[in-house]
């Protein structure tokens, strides 16, 4: 009598206790984990930065909380990415970067920081406020820590720069994003890895003409990327 139906019934019952164990595996994973990852990995989770679509923070963003970067299935520079959204969570938690005027968002080639102009410099000027020094130095503590390039977009409006000493939106969002990066070679940082970009009011990241609207498009945005990103796979 043949015995190869005990070969296929070893074979089922082989793929049957591997079918459960993934199931064991997945219901151990909290799901804002699984969304996160998921998000994350598709390539419709990129980083929104057009007129007519905000940037948001994704779940994984909001879930790196209770990764485990030792021990979740990711590349090293993935990691890196999740290291460095951690770090800059830590620091808005601690007052470093202000909570209710800041925002982290991410894509495949690096993390971004936003903070509202208004935390940062004075009105129409491009002095810094001592929060917006925190900022700076927090930003510091990043770019000393992580081998990344740094892209800081300034971004005005002609409300603003009507009552200051600049000529338009580009001069104002221009010279705060160059103060910035100012700021931070002074202290230390080779300028190679920096660059400074101005966009005015180009890209609201709400739309409306209301004063809370405006004052949520005045910002600097922070833009952490690994180094051999180039023009032709990232934008500035």
Do not use: C
């Not at 998921?38 to 940037?55: D, G, K, R, V």
């Not at 603003?160 to 910035?180: K, N, V």
């Amino acid at each position: 009598m043949s015995s190869a139906w005990k070969v296929a019934y070893a074979d089922f019952v082989t793929a049957l206790m591997a079918f459960f164990l993934l199931m064991w595996v997945l219901n151990m994973v909290p799901p804002e984990t699984n969304q996160g990852l998921a998000e994350y990995f598709a390539e419709e989770a990129t980083l929104q930065t057009s007129s007519t679509s905000p940037i948001s923070n994704n779940s994984l963003v909001n879930a790196t909380d209770r990764l485990d970067l030792r021990n979740t299935p990711l590349t090293e520079l993935q990691k890196s990415q999740l290291a460095i959204i951690q770090k800059l969570q830590s620091m808005i938690m601690a007052d470093a970067v202000p909570r209710s005027t800041s925002g982290i968002s991410s894509d495949d080639i690096g993390v971004q920081l936003r903070v509202n102009s208004d935390a940062m410099f004075d009105p129409g000027s491009t002095d810094l406020t001592d929060s917006g020094r925190k900022v700076l130095d927090s930003v510091l503590d990043v770019l000393r820590e992580y081998n990344v390039y740094l892209v800081v977009r300034g971004h005005a409006d002609a409300v603003e720069s009507a009552h200051s000493a600049y000529a338009s939106p580009w001069d104002l969002s221009a010279a705060r994003a160059a103060a910035t990066v100012r700021y931070l070679t002074e202290r230390g940082i080779t300028p190679t890895r920096l660059r400074a970009v101005a966009y005015a009011d180009t890209r609201p990241v709400e739309p409306g003409t209301s004063e809370a609207s405006l004052r949520r498009n005045r910002r600097v945005e922070f833009y952490f990327h690994r180094p051999e990103a180039g023009t032709a796979s990232m934008e500035y």
